[in-house]
């Protein structure tokens, strides 16, 4: 190699200069898609959180409605519970059916 | 976590979304991306930073996609170069993008004797050799690394490169002579 080469080949490795920021990440973080994986954090509380008050529900007043049920139904226990066990699979189940 | 490696990084956002995560990679990477989009378009810094930009925000969609075996740099790259190659077609749909043409209008600028110089020649390369030579002369990526971020073939990456550099080099050295 002569040394316009090496001249040549200096040239082309030299490091290129370095673009100031000057808001341009910011401006990509602001105009960020939310995704599934930013809804994560999210939608991990609400899980926890709805998991939580419903258990939390069924400690304070399984006892109170069992107690109205079984003075006011008409209908036995058993019969009761499988009522409503079929609102608690078809309710929901209608509600997905509709909003598709 | 400013001195997380970017696989580190991409691993905290894929498991729990960390935006500050990925704002810690757009910040590492945003000038070298744009200074390599700058190259593929001539110099129109407002087009590369709006292309910079589309390719950051793909690059968030799909992050969880992005295997790990190659890295992230040469990742984030292919994504950018394939960005720029489907705004090219748009903004030019009549035009023949081909990427293996051999230029030779060397004869139209004097020989390089300083960056600026230089960056003239290397915008008159053909597109494909343009962000080849970018990606090894002032990204220091290795041909295969070239190769997977462009996905073109390894001879490709290296005739590329010879081509493009004898033809650089042999103006250079002529215009030097007649100096």
């Known amino acids: ?100 | 976590m400013a001195t997380d490696s970017d696989a580190a990084l991409v691993a905290r956002i894929v498991a729990t979304g960390d935006r500050s995560a990925f704002e810690l990679l757009v910040r590492r990477h945003q000038s070298p991306l744009r200074n390599f989009l700058r190259r593929l378009t001539k110099n129109d810094a407002a087009r590369a930073d709006d292309l910079a930009q589309e390719t950051f925000f793909k690059a968030y969609r799909s992050i969880a996609s992005f295997a790990g075996t190659a890295k992230f740099s040469s990742w984030l790259y292919r994504i950018a170069y394939n960005t720029f190659l489907n705004d090219q077609r748009t903004r030019f749909p009549h035009a023949e993008l081909d990427e293996s043409q051999h230029v030779s209008v060397f004869n139209d600028i004097e020989g390089a004797s300083t960056q600026s110089d230089l960056e003239r020649l290397l915008s008159l390369l053909p597109l494909r050799q343009r962000a080849v030579f970018d990606l090894h002369y002032k990204k220091g990526m290795t041909h295969q690394e070239i190769a997977q971020a462009l996905e073109v073939p390894l001879g490709t990456v290296k005739s590329d490169l010879a081509r493009g550099h004898d033809a650089l080099r042999k103006h250079v050295t002529a215009q030097k002579r007649l100096a």
């Not at chain 1, 899980?47 to 107690?67: D, N, V």
């Open chain 1, 1 to 100: 190699m002569n040394n316009a080469d090496l001249e040549f080949d200096r040239l082309l490795r030299s490091p290129e200069s370095e673009l100031a920021d000057a808001g341009f990440s910011e401006s990509v973080m602001k105009r960020l898609p939310v995704t599934r994986w930013g809804r994560m954090p999210m939608r991990r509380w609400t899980l926890t959180g709805t998991a939580a008050l419903g258990s939390l529900s069924t400690y304070l007043l399984a006892e109170p409605i069992e107690h109205a049920l079984s003075a006011y139904a008409m209908l036995p226990a058993p019969a009761i519970t499988i009522v409503a066990l079929a609102l608690v699979v078809s309710l929901p189940l209608a509600w997905i059916l509709y909003t598709e």
